[in-house]
């Protein structure tokens, strides 16, 4: 009996001690899920085009700060119905030749990416030969990065010229910090957010990604 105990006892150590980098790796995983989520590249010298995804306000906003910065940059916006009323102090004093809607209003960032590569091709076709690529600068929110990101990833069309940079809106501006989407389980709110932009994601690879190889742009 003492030889059963001891050997069971020795199963359960070997069992315990196996599950300790299991569960320290899943608390590593855990801990950057949230920064994971924002997929951030530095703001470039030159940009061609800013891209604002159809959203909250402060999106907008940022992209405006983005805009002035840029004098040459052509400002494209995702139409939401909703917002247009909304938005249209901010859009005062800007350019009408350097300020365009999509022509659609935005059902989805899937959809909303695939109407931005139709106008960005056809941009880049009327550049002249030899031209620089297209650098273009697409705005959202810092939690739905990782998203758009996959979204070009995955299904870029290929040839299309452009150099592509994820500028999510600074997360001050949405009084946070990278310590709340490094702690997001402290705050419901980003959890509830999070969450639900995995779902997505999810969802988005089933309908979409799956269906296209990475090797298509």
């Known amino acids: 009996m003492r030889l059963l105990l001891t ?3 020795k199963v359960l150590l ?3 001690a196996a599950l300790i980098p299991i569960v320290f790796l899943l608390f590593r995983l855990i801990d950057s899920a949230g920064l994971w989520m924002v997929v951030s590249d530095p703001i470039p010298k030159r940009l061609d085009v800013i891209y604002t ?5 402060v999106r907008n906003y940022y992209s405006r700060v983005l805009f002035d910065r840029h004098p040459e940059t052509l400002w494209i916006v995702g139409r939401w119905p909703m917002r247009r009323r909304y938005y ?7 350019d009408s030749t350097r300020l365009w809607f999509m022509p ?3 059902l989805n ?3 909303e990416f695939l109407g931005l590569c139709g106008l960005l091709d056809s941009l880049a076709k009327l550049r002249p030969p030899g031209s620089p690529e297209l650098e273009v600068g697409l705005v959202s929110g810092p939690y739905h990065m990782r998203r758009i990101f996959n979204d070009v990833l995955y299904c870029r069309p290929a040839g299309l010229a452009v150099r592509i940079h994820f500028l999510p809106v600074p997360f001050s501006d949405y009084q946070q910090t990278s310590q709340s989407y490094r702690s997001f389980w402290r705050s419901s709110h980003l959890c ?4 639900l932009e995995l779902m997505k994601m999810a969802w988005y690879y089933l309908s979409y ?6 090797s298509c742009h």
């Open 7 to 9: 050997g069971s006892l």
């Open 14 to 16: 070997l069992l315990f």
């Open 192 to 195: 509830s957010l999070l969450q």
């Open 209 to 214: 990604w799956a269906k296209h190889p990475l």
């Open 104 to 106: 659609t209003d935005s």
């Open 88 to 94: 249209q102090a901010l859009y005062n004093g800007v």
């Open 53 to 57: 995804y159809a959203g909250e306000g």
């Open 109 to 111: 960032t899937h959809l």
